[in-house]
């Protein structure tokens, strides 16, 4: 299986000594060859920055976050959320990849102090306006980084809860260095919650159930410069490319296991949070499936780990 380089672990297991060119020890050509991965990745990051960010204003208008009626409605976390995290009520809650913050402010309503972190300015910018608007700045933070960089970003701090919402690690083309600041971030006794779209669906062509890219993680990205964003409004966007990978449920559990967290459940659904592919049917309100009387599909995926509580010093 082939590894997404940028991570210098990785490339570890890629130059193994045997297959180095001769010119170089092996230190070297490590160092080399993640220098060249970073500068790809640096491209890589700044091309779907610049999507990201001009997608906040569309994102914001749109019919689909309706941040007025978000505003006038003051909605929680949902049943399901709440149902997998209990009472939040003064635990410390990070959210990675955060966008403009809705689900983050979902659970300072909900009691938890909370901390965004998104790599958009502009998403930032707007978490902090929503929060002001809507009485949540006392218990709501948004940082700007990097999720790669979030660990320095955010002070090497730990928190009770990490959580990541839809439509996250396809913006990253190595789990393995994901895992690694989720790990670090889990603050001992605490737990990580995900809610992803599932591999199997980002591995599907988007008008015909047929596989058209790899199931598993993979170097290269898939660049796409369709323009369009998931959300109702808008018209093609300036920054059309954007690059995407993706990870298979297997690879996502292995890495958070190897950084540190321990499955507590996961749980695949049949149903995803938007009209993922154009064939999808809304089934309740807000979740898509495929129709009846078709076989079903795994479109989403959820999962808990927890990190084990630190022992106690013997006296
Ligand atoms: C589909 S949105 C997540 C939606 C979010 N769950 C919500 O509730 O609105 C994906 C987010 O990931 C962010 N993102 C993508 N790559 C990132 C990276 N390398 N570091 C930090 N944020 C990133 C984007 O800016 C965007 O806000």
């Known amino acids: 299986m082939r590894r997404s380089p940028p991570n210098g672990e990785s490339l570890r297991q890629i130059v193994h000594p045997a297959r180095a060119a001769p010119l170089f020890r092996e230190r070297e050509a490590i160092t080399l060859l ?116 979030a ?58 159930p047929e596989l058209i890219r790899s199931y598993f993680e993979e170097a290269e990205p898939l660049a796409d410069d369709s323009g369009y964003t998931y959300t109702d409004s808008g018209g093609p966007m300036q920054n059309k490319r954007q690059y995407e990978w993706n990870h298979g449920v297997g690879e996502t559990v292995s890495e958070l296991v190897r950084h540190g967290l321990r499955l507590e459940w996961l749980v695949e659904h049949d149903w995803t949070v938007w009209p993922h592919f154009p064939w999808l049917v809304e089934t309740a309100e807000g979740t898509w499936s495929t129709p009846p009387g078709r076989p079903r599909l795994p479109l989403s995926f959820r999962l808990l780990a927890s990190r084990a509580a630190r022992d106690k010093v013997p006296e």
């Open 151 to 208: 660990v320095d970003a955010l002070g090497h701090a730990e928190f009770d809860i990490v959580h990541v919402s839809l439509g996250a690690l396809c913006w990253l083309p190595s789990v393995e260095r994901w895992a690694a600041q989720v790990g670090a971030l889990v603050a001992p006794g605490g737990r990580f919650y995900l809610h992803d779209g599932h591999p199997l669906a980002w591995a599907l062509a988007d008008d015909r």
């Open 34 to 149: 993640a220098l060249m991965a970073n500068d790809k990745w640096e491209d890589f990051r700044a091309t779907n920055r610049a999507n990201w960010d001009e997608r906040v204003a569309v994102h914001l208008g749109s019919r689909f976050y309706d941040l007025d009626g978000w505003l006038r409605d003051k909605p929680g976390p949902s049943r399901r959320d709440t149902e997998a995290l209990g009472d939040v009520t003064g635990l410390s809650l990070l959210h990675l990849q955060c966008h403009f913050g809705l689900d983050t402010l979902a659970w300072a309503r909900a009691g938890a102090q909370v901390t965004g972190l998104d790599f958009a300015p502009a998403a930032v910018t707007a978490a902090r306006d929503i929060a002001q608007r809507a009485g949540l700045a006392q218990r709501a933070e948004f940082v700007c980084a990097d999720v790669y960089e």
